[in-house]
């Protein structure tokens, strides 16, 4: 057999294999109404902030009249220094970073762990304490309220932001999160083989599970961070108007006999820059580590 004949037989089979790759990548080409429904899905998602900003820009007296404004009005940065100086947004901005890093870092690092251990580790009764813990994300947080108080008043902690810290610092959702994601994503075969290497469990954990975790970790620490920066009903129960997070310093804006509503709405406004940013800044490295998750799995 001539090399013409090999060639032949192998150039005509790559042909059909070559036009259903150029149909498959037709198939990714994005059309007009995948256009359209993304950007009437966009609008819809940003209309309320849109709205919030209109409306901290403009007075109260104007808000109260029929049509409402549809535009921006002067008093935008009026409204938004009046809000910062009500409410004390400047210690409670800071007390919120604080308090939403602390439990962002400590959710993601031990739910992480507790994943790992839930997916991958052989211990008794490790299905008995998954469900227990998967149970308790079905019990109201209200109904902890009480005891919890009374528990953090008999530490002496009562007005101090470490009452808002600890009751967080690990969660139901983030250890059954990390748990499906690492059951998929990380081998077995790998940590076996880090194990007949010499690998310590901290090595492993360190270098095998996070590298493994770290989409998941990424996405759970941007959840974990937005709840705990808009958690609303424990802080106003366990701090005071002296040492408020946003949220609790928002609340006192709404105080008062005829409140007003554009200067609330700028304190809304100021509360929530702060995710805007975040997700400008991180949103693309999320993205992406979600993305190579998926290619992986």
């Given at each position: 057999m001539t090399t013409s004949e090999l060639t032949l037989p192998t150039t005509a089979e790559a042909r059909p294999r070559r036009r259903r790759l150029l149909g498959a990548g037709k198939q990714l080409n994005a059309g007009p109404v995948t256009y359209v429904v993304l950007t009437v899905f966009a609008l819809v998602s940003l209309a309320p902030l849109v709205w919030t900003a209109v409306a901290a820009s403009r007075t109260d007296r104007r808000l109260a009249q029929t049509p409402p404004p549809l535009w921006f009005g002067g008093n935008l940065f009026r409204n938004l220094q009046s809000a910062w100086d009500e409410a004390g947004l400047g210690t409670a901005m800071l007390n919120s970073t604080f308090v939403a890093g602390m439990i962002t870092v400590s959710t993601v690092l031990f739910s992480t762990l507790a994943g790992f251990a839930f997916a991958k580790l052989r211990f008794r009764f490790s299905n008995v304490l998954l469900l227990l813990t998967i149970g308790t994300m079905m019990i109201p947080p209200q109904l902890a309220v009480v005891p919890l108080y009374l528990w953090m008043s008999d530490l002496g902690w009562s007005n101090q932001l470490q009452t808002v810290i600890l009751?967080?610092?690990?969660?139901?959702?983030?250890?059954?999160?990390?748990?499906?994601?690492?059951?998929?994503?990380?081998?077995?075969?790998l940590i076996e083989a880090a194990r007949v290497d010499g690998a310590s469990s901290l090595r492993i954990v360190w270098h095998v599970v996070f590298p493994a975790a770290r989409p998941a970790m990424a996405v759970?620490?941007?959840?974990?961070?937005?709840?705990?920066?808009?958690?609303?009903?424990?802080?106003i129960i366990a701090l005071n108007q002296q040492n408020p997070t946003v949220q609790?310093?928002?609340?006192?804006?709404?105080?008062?006999?005829?409140?007003?509503?554009?200067?609330?709405?700028?304190?809304?406004?100021?509360?929530?820059?702060?995710?805007?940013?975040?997700?400008?800044?991180?949103?693309?490295?999320?993205?992406?580590?979600?993305?190579?998750?998926a290619v992986k799995g």
């Open positions: 009751p967080s610092l690990v969660t139901a959702f983030g250890t059954f999160f990390m748990r499906q994601y690492l059951v998929q994503a990380l081998p077995t075969e759970l620490g941007l959840l974990t961070f937005v709840f705990a920066w808009n958690d609303f009903l424990w802080p609790v310093a928002l609340n006192s804006l709404g105080t008062g006999y005829v409140p007003d509503q554009a200067v609330i709405m700028a304190g809304a406004l100021l509360g929530t820059l702060p995710l805007l940013v975040a997700f400008l800044l991180f949103g693309k490295q999320i993205v992406g580590g979600i993305m190579q998750g």
